[in-house]
């Protein structure tokens, strides 16, 4: 569903003068996938880019962080750099969302209007803009194997349990069975 999503085509539409939702929403489901989830209203409210890293104070989760103000430092990686650049503003916010949206609460209804178009492009009941977030944390720790405490950092949750990072990731029941394999195999087979 992700690569579906990537490989959607744009409808190239304009309403007055900026993209479609549908191509606004495709990008910013990209930005967030390919931002360590990012949530609408940091991209929204992202002030700072050094030319390599947005640096944010993640909303939800700032105020029960005393000691970071939960910083998120996130390297633009290459591949998604012509999407950034799409949308980089630069000055009071890196992106241009301001000129579009009078808040991010419109800005992420856009984008849900969007992904609701995507969604039956691609013949899917629904997808919402947070589904970028939980596919971004599954997809890291059981296909890539990217240890959870890194995803658990990497999404900036608060809860060093880990209870909030669990329910992001959907169990995939192969990483234990192929670990009790190479158990065996070691004790017994090697």
């Known amino acids: ?15 007055k003068g900026f993209s479609s939702r549908h191509d606004f929403a495709k990008d910013c489901f990209m930005l967030s996938f390919c931002l360590m989830g990012i949530n609408s209203v940091d991209l929204f409210n992202a002030r700072e880019f050094d030319g390599e890293n947005i640096i944010y104070y993640r909303t939800k989760t ?15 990686n290459p591949f998604i750099r012509p999407i950034f650049d ?7 916010y890196v992106f241009n969302f301001h000129d579009r949206f009078s808040d991010e609460k419109q800005m992420n209804r856009a984008i849900n209007l ?11 009941d629904n997808i919402q803009f947070y589904s ?13 194997m990217i240890n959870k405490y890194i995803v658990n950092d990497m999404l900036c949750h608060v809860d060093k349990s880990m209870k909030v990072t669990e329910l992001y990731i959907e169990k995939d029941y192969s990483v234990i069975n192929d670990a009790n394999d190479k158990l065996i195999e070691y004790m017994f087979l090697g």
Do not use: Q
Request: glycine share 8%; charged share 30%; net charge positive.
């Open 1 to 15: 569903v992700i690569k579906g999503i990537f490989d959607l085509p744009y409808n190239n539409m304009s309403v």
């Open 62 to 76: 700032t105020d029960r962080r005393e000691s970071d103000k939960a910083k998120m430092v996130v390297r633009v």
């Open 86 to 92: 799409k949308y980089y503003k630069g000055g009071d």
């Open 114 to 124: 969007g992904l609701k178009e995507i969604a039956e492009e691609l013949g899917l």
């Open 132 to 144: 970028a977030r939980h596919s971004f944390a599954t997809i890291a720790v059981n296909k890539v």
